[in-house]
């Protein structure tokens, strides 16, 4: 069992900033990729960032240029930095873990947290 916990959220103003982070433990056997998704009210849930093993980074175009998102492999826990906070930004942000090997995938999310951009 896999276990996902994040930290970070919160209520801010327009043009701030927040970091959320996200911590990975138990049974992971190879993790692909660590990322945060969101999920803004009426929406579906959307890819925000995502890094993998290897460093290589994607973000959402919404968020490119403001939203950096980093990983300590040895920790197995991933951060977003989030400035230049939007309104539209507000949604619960989901931290996400792809394991996958030869012949298997498994994909873990965490509990949610809330952000919150005021204007």
């Known amino acids: 069992q896999v276990q996902l916990v994040e930290s970070g959220g919160g209520l801010v103003q327009a043009g701030g900033s927040l970091r959320l982070s996200c911590a990975a433990s138990?049974?992971?056997?190879?993790?692909?990729?660590m990322g945060w998704y969101r999920q803004r009210p009426g929406k579906q849930r959307e890819l925000v960032a995502r890094?993998?093993?290897?460093?290589?980074?994607d973000y959402a175009d919404s968020v490119k240029g403001r939203f950096t998102i980093s990983r300590d492999n040895a920790k197995n826990t991933v951060s977003l930095q989030m400035n230049s906070l939007k309104p539209e930004d507000t949604a619960v942000y989901y931290c996400?873990?792809?394991?996958?090997?030869?012949?298997?995938?498994?994909?873990?999310w965490g509990q949610g947290t809330q952000v919150t951009v005021s204007s």
């Open positions: 996400n873990l792809d394991d996958r090997g030869l012949g298997y995938v498994f994909d873990y």
């Open positions: 138990g049974s992971i056997f190879n993790i692909n990729a």
């Open positions: 890094i993998t093993s290897g460093g290589s980074t």
